[in-house]
């Protein structure tokens, strides 16, 4: 019968966790890892260490740490659309983003602030990135007749909506309903200076 190092019996059997189980394990402790030294600044040793792992089950899984980078983005992807949706821009949506980002800070930072500078990156972003101005720009079509204008305020909109959810983000989150309410001040300011000549 086996004993461990102080001698005693094991108190049962160690099981092991189902695949995709321990698959989201390492996404998440990748994720959070990312989150805190960027991608060129972690090394799989720091995500095995944050998983509480091996590099071999880490291998088991993702064949490099590109491939787990790219697998966290598409995981935060995917997140954020369950929670947003992929639409029409309501009055739910500022919140909902709130709610994203609060649920999944670390995935929402590496979606719109890091992954964005890392150029092996780049197409995911700005596949991300593209989607979300066709949206706002179909929705702000509808309030600003100038098609010009309606793609400057496009860009402007989607910058603060996503760095106002950062900015609340690392202010420590304060009260969501007032930084929706905030953030969609700020947005109808723009569509506000969009629709009319100054």
């Known amino acids: 019968m086996a004993h461990d190092e102080s001698g005693t019996e094991p108190a049962g059997p160690v099981r092991r966790m189902a ?13 959070r890892a ?25 291998y088991r899984h993702f064949d490099s740490k590109a491939a787990m980078y790219r697998a966290v983005l598409d995981r935060a992807c995917v ?19 709130l709610h994203a980002a609060s649920a999944d800070p670390d995935g929402f ?14 197409d995911l972003t700005d596949g991300l990135t593209a989607a979300s101005a066709e949206i706002a720009y179909r929705n702000l079509t509808r309030l600003i007749a100038d098609e010009a204008w309606a793609r400057w305020a ?20 304060p009260d969501p309903e007032q930084a ?16 009319r000549a100054l």
């Open 19 to 31: 695949r995709a189980q321990r698959r989201e394990q390492i996404l998440a402790a990748a994720t």
């Open 34 to 58: 990312f989150a805190s030294s960027g991608y060129s600044g972690t090394s799989l040793d720091d995500i095995a260490g944050e998983a509480a792992i091996s590099r071999v089950i880490l």
């Open 79 to 97: 997140r954020l659309t369950e929670r947003v949706g992929d639409d029409d821009f309501t009055a739910q949506s500022i919140p909902a983003l």
């Open 109 to 122: 930072r590496l979606l719109f602030r890091y992954a964005a500078r890392e150029p092996e990156f780049r």
């Open 154 to 173: 496009t860009q402007v909109v989607l910058n603060v909506a996503t760095e106002g959810v950062i900015a609340w983000l690392d202010a420590g989150r």
């Open 180 to 195: 929706a309410r905030r953030i969609g001040a700020a947005i109808d300011g723009v569509i506000d200076a969009a629709r």
